[in-house]
């Protein structure tokens, strides 16, 4: 076992604020700039990844790692691999083929700072050298939980995920999809990424059963509040706090949570999943407390 990431009883905001140093800090050397022709495609790489974020699921793989004593090492891996996945899909959704935006978390969108191919370029870096890093031995000494994480992440981001729930929801641009659609939708589009998140310690751990299946009850219901919590902010936030465009949803006469719901029945629902999460810690004692924390945080959050 390598250092500690944080003592137990760390407040939310150490956490977090450890998570984005140590996350970024390794992000920053696995994307080096190279002295060659292809240097540009590192810096918008770099800018992308290394923009200011919450680094949600960063922390997440690290508050779940702790749980099982993880080291430190392996559990920042993983939490690196995961944040330039997510960044790698923020590139490729501000595209114009995809939602045209030009600000994202409070910058230029990497296609307008750099140019369109670039931003293509520097998602595709993102997602392959994402699962580099899962593939190195620093990532765990035994090659099956490696392959594990491999698959999982994978399984997480392609099309059964993230990449699948991104091709719904262009669909329902021009389809109007009811509750039931828009739950899948959300559960893959954003849902899995955070699943992944929040078993990769156990899988790290190589923990029992009985504990990923809490895990996963955790995720699943903190998934879709922190998506209900973003159309929150879509209708309610501005772009200040949020770092992107907002309305744009409405703009667009997508159905969201908010749309069918409403503001109060949206919240009301953000915060039962909520406590549903909380729920699925119990196994975990005091341990989790900061699972707790961040399930608080994420229907609490304004950005
Ligand atoms: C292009 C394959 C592909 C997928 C894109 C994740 C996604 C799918 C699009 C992002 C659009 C969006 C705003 C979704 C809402 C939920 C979400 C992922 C918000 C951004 O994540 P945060 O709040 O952002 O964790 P930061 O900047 O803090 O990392």
Not at 239 to 267: W, Y
């Amino acid at each position: 076992m390598s250092e500690i990431l944080w003592q137990s009883g760390v407040s939310l905001t150490e956490a977090s604020a450890r998570a984005i140093e140590l996350t970024d800090a390794l992000i920053g050397r696995l994307l080096e700039v190279p002295p060659d022709l292809e240097a540009r495609v590192y810096e918008a790489m770099r800018y992308s990844a290394l923009a200011p974020g919450k680094r949600l699921r960063p922390l997440l793989v690290l508050a779940g790692s702790t749980l099982f004593g993880v080291s430190r090492t392996s559990a920042l891996q993983v939490a690196a691999a995961i944040e330039m996945v997510h960044a790698y899909s923020l590139i490729h959704d501000d595209l114009p083929a995809m939602d045209n935006s030009d600000l994202r978390r409070g910058r230029a969108t990497c296609h307008k700072e750099f140019d369109e191919a670039t931003a293509i370029l520097a998602g595709d870096g993102l997602l392959t050298m994402a699962f580099e890093v899962l593939a190195q031995s620093d990532t765990h000494g035994d090659p099956n939980v490696r392959c594990e994480l491999v698959s999982a992440l994978a399984g997480a981001a392609g099309a059964a995920g993230m990449v699948g729930g991104q091709m719904i929801d262009l669909i329902a641009e021009t389809q109007t999809l009811d509750i039931g659609a828009i739950t899948r939708l959300q559960r893959m589009k954003t849902g899995a990424l955070i699943a992944f998140a929040c078993e990769a310690g156990a899988i790290l751990a190589k923990a029992t059963h009985e504990l990923r299946i809490a895990l996963r009850g955790y995720a699943h219901n903190l998934g879709l509040a922190f998506q209900i919590a973003d159309d929150l902010l879509d209708v309610e936030g501005s772009a200040e706090q949020t770092g992107k465009p907002v309305g744009a949803d409405a703009a667009a006469g997508k159905a969201t949570f908010v749309s069918i719901l409403g503001v109060e029945r949206a919240r009301d629902q953000a915060e039962l999943l909520i406590r549903q999460a909380i729920m699925h810690l119990d196994v975990f004692e005091e341990r989790a407390e900061l699972l707790r924390q961040v399930a608080r945080f994420v229907i609490t959050r304004s950005s």
